[in-house]
């Protein structure tokens, strides 16, 4: 049953991307009604995915249906908005990453102005595989279909997705919802589910990038001193090459005993909470916020482009826009440093997001789709997530 499925097959998070009225949230309650013919998915109509649950991510108001389904081996947790400032929303603050996303596109409409924003964005925070489902093909001729096929995987291609080989499947959402069995009905769900299953997937923990553990905390003890925290990525051992940095500094060092729960051990790899000697550091170089890493692997940098979200004043945010060149504390993982935010219009207004040039009054290592938010005193009134650095 459905609680076997969670616990037993591999889990994949994906959502719904396109412009409004394209088909999302019918093809997403067609998809749930072909999957509850084999019992392990409850079938989600329409209007009941359409009544989205008002959450709260980071204090930011998200109106989002979470549809849980299941293939013969896998375990989806798949997102739908229902407005497109929920999608934003969702996107830039939402507390799980997509895996990947469903492109819906109106065939007779083909990419309209949010299906950029929404890709655009989906490319910004880093979701590596985009599956497409040109919908409305009942009421579409043939030559709008091939059109639209080229124009989509053209615009997937200049975003930085495979365009040309990405799947793109024809169907009607409307017909697989009504149980239709030609092409374009049912059978077009379960091409868009095996897609699904075999171009996306499952997210797997990073063991092979060069390490990097944000540190938690420092303890000065004895024989040195002990960085704590819990390792992002990649793998490191004893007498591995190693540097702190962050704040603008950086300082060389390698990896002596490493600990988890007071027992040494060889190595520690990607999730593990570990403390680490650290050779040759002075406990005063090291702070919570700087990052423990492969030698000579991280860049700082002071700035970086991002998206950020403002939250309104419902939400606890400011009631009057921020303009460009707005300055505040940004605050991201256990750090903080003061910012300059940068915005192509003059001013943003609460509710609204923007893509954002920051600028740091220190150095620091940001990872791409790493959240970020924005305090005035003790109230967050922004959210956001960083692109890249700027050289
Ligand atoms: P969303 O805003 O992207 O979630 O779009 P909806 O799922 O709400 O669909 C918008 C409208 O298009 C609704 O009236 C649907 O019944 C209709 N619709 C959705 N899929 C199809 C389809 O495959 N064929 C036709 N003819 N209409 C569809
Ligand atoms: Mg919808």
Redesign the pocket.
Same mark, same amino acid.
């Given at each position: 049953d459905e609680s076997d499925d969670k616990t037993k097959k591999e889990h994949v998070n994906i959502g *719904?991307i396109? &412009?409004? /009225? &394209?088909?999302? #949230? #019918?093809? #997403?309650?067609?998809i749930t009604k072909y999957l509850s013919r084999n019992g392990s998915t409850v079938f989600r109509s =329409?209007d009941d995915i /359409?009544k989205a649950e008002e959450e709260r991510a980071r204090g930011i108001t998200i109106n989002a249906s979470h549809v849980e389904y299941a293939t013969a081996n896998r375990h989806y947790a798949h997102t739908?908005c229902?407005g497109h400032r929920d999608f934003l929303k969702n996107m830039i603050c939402g507390a799980s990453q997509m895996d990947g996303a469903i492109l819906?596109v109106?065939c007779n409409d083909g990419p309209m102005p949010q299906t950029t924003e929404h890709l655009l964005l989906a490319k910004q925070i880093g979701v590596k595989h985009i599956v497409v489902f040109v919908?409305?093909? /009942? *009421?579409a001729s043939e030559d709008l279909k091939e059109l639209v096929e080229l124009e989509v995987r053209d615009m997937l291609t200049n975003f930085g997705w495979a365009g040309d080989s990405v799947p793109l499947i024809h169907?009607?959402? %409307? =017909?697989? %919802?009504e149980g239709n069995q030609s092409e374009?009905g049912e059978p077009a769900i379960k091409k868009l589910l095996d897609a699904l299953d075999t171009y996306v997937p499952a997210p797997k923990r990073d063991y092979s990038s060069p390490f990097i553990m944000p540190v938690d905390s420092v303890v000065s003890v004895s024989r040195g001193t002990v960085v704590i925290g819990t390792v992002k990525q990649g793998t490191f051992k004893k007498d591995d090459k190693a540097e702190v940095v962050g704040f603008g500094a950086s300082f060389p060092t390698s990896i002596s005993t490493i600990e988890v729960f007071r027992n040494a051990v060889m190595s520690a790899k990607a999730g593990d909470h570990v403390g680490v000697l650290l050779r040759q550091m002075k406990a005063s170089n090291v702070k919570r916020g700087m990052l423990l890493a492969a030698r000579g692997t991280l860049k700082q940098s002071n700035q970086y482009t991002g998206t950020v979200y403002f939250l309104d004043k419902s939400e606890g945010g400011r009631s009057k826009p921020v303009t460009r060149g707005y300055i505040q504390v940004l605050f991201s993982e256990t750090w903080q440093v003061t910012a300059r935010f940068d915005f192509e219009a003059d001013m943003i207004m609460p509710g609204e997001s923007a893509a954002v040039t920051i600028t740091l009054l220190k150095d620091m290592v940001i990872l791409p789709g790493q959240a970020f938010s924005v305090r005035e005193g003790m109230e967050t009134v922004a959210s956001g997530i960083i692109h890249k650095s700027l050289e």
């Open positions: *719904t396109g &412009h409004v /009225d &394209h088909g999302k #949230t #019918t093809l #997403t309650a067609a =329409y /359409d739908d229902p819906v109106d919908n409305k093909v /009942d *009421t169907g009607s959402a %409307l =017909y697989a %919802l374009i």
